[in-house]
């Protein structure tokens, strides 16, 4: 009989193992995670002790495709509402926007407290603040070397690597014990245009005794170490020499690492690059006047001077890998570019990990770039991009650097929070001692004890949407979603002011749900369920617009459903003459 092997599924993590204890609120230190725990995006950490606040990140979060007209969303922090005077100051991690891009939105709100953050992030969101009229910020320039005490708190800092320069994780000091936040981080032993992350001081802080460390889950359902971006550099160079043709890269604006290698490796091998994308061509020029970027002359050069030189010389860096419509690669595959199509012969690499939800439309671009003659390189057939993210093997190094008494996976969806926490519990951390959190759930922690409370402020999403900010609700995206999957129809009655008597015939207008002239038939018979509705059976009572409106949006509703099976938005127009 041949033998089976079962596989034991890990049971749901339990959210509540404890009891909270009854210490006063005066000595127990809050942590709430407000962003960042049920999604890739939006993070947001809040940390409290009796009258003191200090923030980690402000970030954004980019919308999912069920979210029609939605530009982003931020952190909802009305919790904060009549606190401001207590927020000691905002911390940042580094200047990638799911870190900084609520920033304008909210700081303001915030009462405008200090912002501590890095020499290069400070120059990043100072860009990126001229977008907005409110350009006041209190922004305070800081080293991975500086202290801070903000209230009961005392904040230091340690380098850690990531893909853009001046990354740093945060050790917060409290009376309760050292909390300590990774930000976005990995270990690379030989990164491009900086220093390995300061092992040395991990183990100093871990030494001293970490009550709980709060780290980044983005890869940590893969296993070993993440690459050196050394070893992407190669590749590139062996790609750039191989290619008779031109090359288009593209990848995240803010991964300067790999924008830096493309330049370096031009101005070895003597070819041009063209730097196309609003934000990257920003990023590109902070780097170059901090000295992260070393550029020689004559390498770099206009889009429009990209047909003046041999394909084969040609390099253009740009964004869209991951598929954004309005993106420079997208709008040059779709011929939109108004200096540079797709050519037969050209090489397309995708430097970049695929975002959740973008598989599909990365999919679409992939086959008409095809289709029109270039070669396609991604990151499953050559190591053309190293991830910004620990994986499994990182995190096992960091847990025996710091040897935190808790674990708090951070930064991913639930998924990669539960591969995160598993990683710690193989490291021989307690279940019990591991916080697998929702967003706005209250951790506490006091004398040297922590637990999960069933307590949750508010985290639900903020959407900004054009120049509006949280006035689209949940609602109003609900009626987006309806018009996008069943349209609407507009049912407009005439009746007479006086009387309610239907004046003429209704008008029946049909937008996204059907074509009116193919379904004159359904058209006809709706238009004869209005009359009847709104036909008058008290003439002499005055006309009730609202609940012939509700009426009308009932029945019709009702109608449609059941002859076609889908649920239009319904928009009864009543107009007295």
Same mark, same amino acid.
């Given at each position: 009989?041949?033998?089976?092997?079962?596989?034991?599924?890990?049971?749901?993590?339990?959210?509540?193992?404890?009891?909270?204890?009854?210490?006063?609120?005066?000595?127990?230190?809050?942590?709430?995670?407000?962003?960042?725990?049920?999604?890739?995006? #939006?993070?947001?950490?809040?940390?409290?002790?009796?009258?003191?606040?200090?923030?980690?990140?402000?970030?954004?979060?980019?919308?999912?495709?069920?979210?029609?007209?939605?530009?982003?969303?931020? &952190?909802?922090?009305?919790?904060?509402?009549?606190?401001?005077?207590?927020?000691?100051?905002?911390?940042?991690?580094?200047?990638?926007?799911?870190?900084?891009?609520?920033?304008?939105?909210?700081?303001?709100?915030?009462?405008?407290?200090?912002?501590?953050?890095?020499?290069?992030?400070?120059?990043?969101?100072?860009?990126?603040?001229?977008?907005?009229?409110?350009? @006041?910020?209190?922004?305070?320039?800081?080293?991975?070397?500086?202290?801070?005490?903000?209230?009961?708190?005392?904040?230091? %800092?340690?380098?850690?690597?990531?893909?853009?320069?001046?990354?740093?994780?945060?050790?917060?000091?409290?009376?309760?014990? /050292?909390?300590?936040?990774?930000?976005?981080?990995?270990?690379?032993?030989?990164?491009?245009?900086?220093?390995?992350?300061?092992?040395?001081?991990?183990?100093?802080?871990?030494?001293?005794?970490?009550?709980?460390?709060?780290?980044?889950?983005?890869?940590?359902?893969?296993?070993?170490?993440?690459?050196?971006?050394?070893?992407?550099?190669?590749? *590139?160079?062996?790609?750039?020499?191989?290619?008779?043709?031109?090359?288009?890269?593209? /990848?995240?604006?803010?991964?300067?690492?790999?924008?830096?290698?493309?330049?370096?490796?031009?101005?070895?091998?003597?070819?041009?690059?063209?730097?196309?994308?609003?934000?990257?061509?920003?990023?590109?020029?902070?780097?170059?006047?901090?000295?992260?970027?070393?550029?020689?002359?004559?390498?770099?050069?206009?889009?429009?001077?990209?047909?003046?030189? &041999?394909?084969?010389?040609?390099?253009?860096?740009?964004?869209?890998?991951?598929?954004?419509?309005?993106?420079?690669?997208?709008?040059?595959? !779709? !011929?939109?570019?108004?200096?540079?199509?797709?050519?037969?012969?050209?090489?397309?690499? %995708?430097?970049?990990?695929?975002?959740?939800?973008?598989?599909?439309?990365?999919?679409?671009?992939?086959?008409?770039?095809?289709?029109?003659?270039?070669?396609?390189?991604?990151?499953?057939?050559?190591?053309?991009?190293?991830?910004?993210?620990?994986?499994?093997?990182?995190?096992?190094?960091?847990? =025996? $650097?710091?040897?935190?008494?808790?674990?708090?996976?951070?930064?991913?969806? #639930? *998924?990669?929070?539960?591969?995160?926490?598993?990683?710690?519990?193989?490291?021989?951390?307690?279940?019990?001692?591991?916080?697998?959190?929702?967003?706005?759930?209250?951790?506490?922690?006091?004398?040297?004890?922590?637990? =999960? /409370?069933?307590?949750?402020?508010?985290?639900?999403?903020?959407?900004?949407?054009?120049?509006?900010?949280?006035?689209?609700?949940?609602?109003?995206? @609900?009626?987006?979603?309806?018009?996008?999957?069943?349209?609407?129809?507009?049912?407009?009655?005439?009746?007479?002011?006086?009387?309610?008597? $239907?004046?003429?015939?209704?008008?029946?207008?049909?937008?996204?749900?059907?074509?009116?002239?193919?379904?004159?038939?359904?058209?006809?018979?709706?238009?004869?369920?209005?009359?009847?509705?709104?036909?008058?059976?008290?003439?002499?009572?005055?006309?009730?617009?609202?609940?012939?409106?509700?009426? =009308? @949006?009932?029945?019709?509703?009702?109608?449609?459903?059941?002859?076609?099976?889908?649920?239009?938005?319904?928009? &009864?127009?009543?107009?007295?003459?």
């Amino acid at each position: 009989m041949k033998n089976t092997k079962t596989t034991k599924l890990r049971p749901r993590r339990k959210q509540h193992r404890r009891k909270p204890a009854r210490f006063s609120n005066r000595e127990k230190l809050k942590i709430m995670v407000v962003g960042g725990l049920e999604e890739v995006g #939006r993070n947001c950490t809040l940390l409290e002790y009796g009258d003191d606040i200090i923030i980690i990140d402000i970030g954004l979060q980019f919308p999912e495709e069920d979210m029609p007209g939605i530009d982003y969303i931020i &952190p909802n922090l009305s919790y904060l509402k009549g606190k401001e005077k207590n927020i000691r100051g905002i911390i940042i991690t580094h200047a990638h926007l799911d870190h900084i891009g609520g920033i304008p939105h909210l700081s303001p709100k915030l009462g405008n407290p200090p912002i501590f953050t890095t020499r290069f992030s400070s120059a990043v969101i100072k860009k990126r603040q001229e977008d907005f009229e409110n350009k @006041r910020l209190n922004i305070k320039e800081i080293t991975k070397d500086d202290q801070l005490v903000l209230g009961k708190f005392r904040v230091e %800092f340690y380098h850690i690597n990531h893909n853009i320069p001046e990354s740093l994780g945060i050790v917060v000091h409290t009376p309760q014990g /050292t909390v300590v936040h990774t930000g976005d981080w990995k270990f690379d032993y030989t990164p491009v245009g900086g220093e390995p992350a300061d092992f040395s001081k991990l183990a100093k802080i871990g030494d001293k005794g970490v009550l709980a460390l709060l780290s980044d889950s983005t890869n940590s359902d893969k296993k070993g170490h993440q690459i050196s971006e050394s070893e992407i550099g190669v590749v *590139f160079e062996k790609i750039i020499k191989a290619s008779s043709g031109r090359i288009i890269v593209g /990848t995240f604006a803010s991964l300067l690492s790999r924008m830096r290698q493309v330049i370096e490796i031009a101005d070895k091998l003597g070819k041009k690059v063209a730097v196309d994308g609003f934000s990257m061509k920003s990023n590109l020029e902070i780097s170059r006047k901090m000295g992260y970027v070393k550029v020689k002359p004559g390498t770099l050069i206009d889009m429009k001077q990209v047909d003046d030189f &041999p394909p084969e010389k040609v390099i253009i860096l740009c964004t869209g890998a991951q598929g954004e419509g309005k993106a420079v690669l997208m709008r040059i595959t !779709n !011929n939109e570019h108004r200096n540079v199509q797709i050519q037969p012969g050209d090489t397309i690499v %995708f430097s970049s990990s695929i975002i959740p939800g973008n598989e599909r439309t990365i999919q679409r671009l992939k086959d008409t770039l095809v289709k029109k003659g270039a070669k396609i390189i991604h990151t499953d057939m050559m190591d053309v991009h190293a991830g910004g993210h620990a994986k499994a093997d990182d995190v096992k190094l960091m847990l =025996l $650097l710091l040897k935190p008494k808790y674990f708090v996976p951070i930064e991913g969806n #639930r *998924f990669l929070l539960e591969e995160n926490a598993a990683v710690a519990e193989s490291m021989g951390i307690p279940e019990k001692n591991i916080f697998v959190a929702d967003n706005g759930q209250v951790m506490e922690f006091a004398h040297n004890r922590g637990w =999960l /409370t069933n307590n949750h402020i508010k985290s639900d999403y903020v959407f900004v949407d054009g120049l509006g900010v949280g006035d689209v609700s949940q609602i109003v995206l @609900r009626d987006r979603q309806m018009l996008a999957a069943d349209g609407m129809v507009v049912v407009i009655t005439l009746i007479d002011g006086k009387t309610g008597k $239907l004046v003429g015939s209704p008008d029946i207008i049909s937008r996204g749900f059907v074509y009116l002239k193919e379904n004159k038939g359904l058209i006809e018979d709706t238009r004869k369920l209005v009359r009847k509705v709104a036909q008058d059976k008290d003439k002499k009572s005055a006309p009730d617009n609202m609940y012939l409106k509700n009426k =009308l @949006r009932d029945e019709v509703g009702a109608f449609l459903f059941k002859r076609t099976e889908r649920r239009p938005m319904i928009l &009864p127009v009543v107009i007295e003459v």
